[in-house]
T-cell receptor, first 111, second 111 residues
Framework: GESVGLHLPTLSVQEGDNSIINCAYS??????FIWYKQESGKGPQFIID?????DKRQGQRVTVLLNKTVKHLSLQIAATQPGDSAVYFC??????????FGKGTMLLVSP | DAGITQSPRHKVTETGTPVTLRCHQT?????MYWYRQDPGHGLRLIHY???????DKGEVSDGYSVSRSKTEDFLLTLESATSSQTSVYFC??????????FGPGTRLTVT
């Protein structure tokens, strides 16, 4: 079947560079925003989340920034490694217990 | 994959035949979800369950039904499969927070 990676915006970086993946969200009432990573042939994997009352949150090698004024979310990956190559999705809570996902960005890391 | 299995992992079926996909979890989580993933569309919610025998529709529920007779199992049924239902199907679970954990996926091809 056709790969989910086709038709996606792609970010190509060199190993060791910092990567920034962007996402625009639609619902100004969303309480949470989440980033997922999906490697080829696998299910999405939780990376990091941020509440709507925060503008920055840091994890291990990743930072998420939230700009509510322009409804924009970004994921920064420091010192990108080949193992970071994947499709990255942002998601926002669209109800009490449901999420709405963005269409994703493919990150390609060259050695 | 956080104690989530999906079966079958791959299936090819003919148009008009019924198909049932199974999601099984060992985490005792309350919420379970079925998504489909297609190139250009990302992850879209089909149905979800917030408890045994409690289910609700998602964004793309037409042509699909679900059942949850016990906490650990969530079944997705295509009563009469169509070619437009060729997709990769993911199950996810949640304990009630906003994080969802995904299974490995089922690739379904309807010929």
């Amino acid at each position: 079947g056709e790969s989910v990676g086709l038709h996606l915006p792609t970010l190509s970086v060199q190993e060791g560079d910092n990567s920034i993946i962007n996402c625009a969200y639609s619902n100004s009432a969303s309480d949470y925003f989440i980033w997922y990573k999906q490697e080829s042939g696998k299910g999405p994997q939780f990376i990091i989340d941020i509440r709507s009352n925060m503008d920055k949150r840091q994890g291990q090698r990743v930072t998420v920034l939230l700009n509510k004024t322009v409804k924009h979310l970004s994921l920064q990956i420091a010192a990108t490694q080949p193992g970071d190559s994947a499709v990255y999705f942002c998601a926002e809570n669209s109800g009490y217990s449901t999420l709405t996902f963005g269409k994703g960005t493919m990150l390609l890391v060259s050695p | 994959d956080a104690g989530i299995t999906q079966s079958p992992r791959h299936k090819v079926t003919e148009t008009g035949t019924p198909v049932t996909l199974r999601c099984h979890q060992t985490e005792n989580h309350r919420y379970m979800y079925w998504y489909r993933q297609d190139p250009g569309h990302g992850l879209r919610l089909i149905h979800y369950s917030y408890g045994v025998k409690d289910t609700d529709k998602g964004e793309v529920s037409d042509g699909y039904s679900v059942s949850r007779s016990k906490t650990e199992d969530f079944l997705l049924t295509l009563e009469s499969a169509t070619s437009s239902q060729t997709s990769v199907y993911f199950c996810a679970i949640s304990g009630g927070g906003h994080e969802q954990y995904f299974g490995p996926g089922t690739r379904l091809t309807v010929t």
